[in-house]
């Protein structure tokens, strides 16, 4: 493991603060290649552009892009017959989106994650191989939507904690595959996963797993960092998956405090007084200046003194849609 980093900032008589920074935290690959696309787009056919859902669950992201010209819409029947883009979201669509796209001759980006894509590649070839796919993770949320889109109504049980998987009572036990939401907690996924081998030990998984690397390295740097603190504080938006489970990690790692923020000004100051040290965090989707904003916050109340913790190095880049790849150039991403 890489030595923390460390850097200082002063602000007068104030009670001393020790601020613990999780590293890795903030934006992965697939967030900030799909907010490329909205970008490069909106730069190379001007505006608007439409995008289907949030193209990440962050506040602060989407207010910022419908300022240069995005349009976020829920459904396609909600786009009017235009010549405009239309992107879909990080988290993917089922495969009706994209036929009805195509039965409008709708121009369309898919700023679907790799890793999510990797995730429906998997479910259509158990499908095909005639397995039955139980996937785990969260009713709702748009990337499990998408991905039980991928194939015929039915053919996927969503399973959302241990006691679904062992109520699930499956057509053949010997011809079982799961996948599983990309976001979700890493130890609470081990235990649905458990439950459902120690019941069918013939399921077949993913060849590598399926939740992504960002959410893995996040909550890790916030097991290292929550057993050392006073207090936590995520940023992230409420409707990000991958935020509100490292909450949750934290609170189970053993730090009596930890709650997630959109930014600064929605910190419940009641809850963060007295303190000695805080650890930091950010959600997948969510910009470092907004961590910076919040170091800025705490900053007026307390000395503070500021550490990274390094637990996992990230360098993974994914390649944007080629049509985009000469915008990517011309402004120097």
């Given at each position: 493991m890489q030595a923390a980093r460390k850097h200082l900032i002063w602000h007068g008589k104030r009670p001393h603060l020790d601020i613990l920074l999780c590293a890795p935290r903030g934006f992965c690959a697939g967030v900030d290649r799909a907010i490329q696309i909205v970008e490069l787009a909106l730069e190379k056919y001007g505006a608007p552009v439409y995008v289907r859902h949030a193209i990440v669950h962050n506040k602060y992201v989407v207010d910022g892009l419908k300022a240069k010209g995005a349009v976020f819409v829920e459904e396609l029947s909600e786009i009017p017959d235009s010549a405009a883009p239309v992107v879909f979201s990080a988290h993917g669509v089922p495969k009706s989106v994209p036929a009805d796209a195509k039965t409008r001759n709708m121009f369309f980006l898919d700023a679907t994650c790799p890793l999510v894509s990797k995730v429906h590649v998997e479910a259509s070839r158990h499908f095909e191989e005639g397995h039955e796919i139980v996937l785990i993770g969260h009713a709702g949320h748009p990337e499990v939507i998408g991905t039980m889109g991928q194939l015929p109504e039915g053919a996927v049980t969503l399973i959302e904690?241990?006691?679904?998987?062992?109520?699930?009572?499956?057509?053949?036990?010997?011809?079982?595959?799961?996948?599983?939401?990309?976001?979700?907690?890493?130890?609470?996924?081990?235990?649905?996963?458990?439950?459902?081998?120690?019941?069918?030990?013939?399921?077949?998984?993913?060849?590598?797993?399926?939740?992504?690397?960002?959410?893995?390295?996040?909550?890790?740097?916030?097991?290292?960092?929550?057993?050392?603190?006073?207090?936590?504080?995520?940023?992230?938006?409420?409707?990000?998956?991958?935020?509100?489970?490292?909450?949750?990690?934290?609170l189970r790692s053993g730090c009596k405090v930890a709650t997630l923020v959109d930014r600064a000004e929605d910190i419940d100051w009641s809850l963060y007084s007295g303190l000695s040290s805080l650890g930091v965090s950010a959600g997948a989707s969510a910009p470092e200046k907004l961590v910076e904003e919040v170091i800025d916050a705490f900053a007026l109340r307390y000395d503070v003194r500021v550490e990274t913790k390094v637990t996992a190095e990230e360098n993974i880049a994914f390649n944007i849609p080629r049509v985009l790849r000469t915008m990517e150039v011309a402004v120097g991403r």
């Open positions: 904690t241990v006691a679904d998987a062992n109520a699930f009572i499956p057509r053949d036990p010997n011809t079982l595959a799961f996948v599983t939401q990309t976001t979700l907690s890493v130890d609470d996924t081990r235990e649905i996963v458990e439950a459902l081998k120690a019941r069918f030990p013939a399921i077949n998984g993913p060849h590598k797993e399926d939740i992504c690397y960002a959410t893995t390295n996040r909550q890790e740097a916030i097991k290292a960092v929550a057993p050392l603190v006073d207090a936590m504080i995520v940023v992230g938006s409420k409707n990000s998956s991958n935020s509100l489970r490292l909450v949750e990690v934290a």
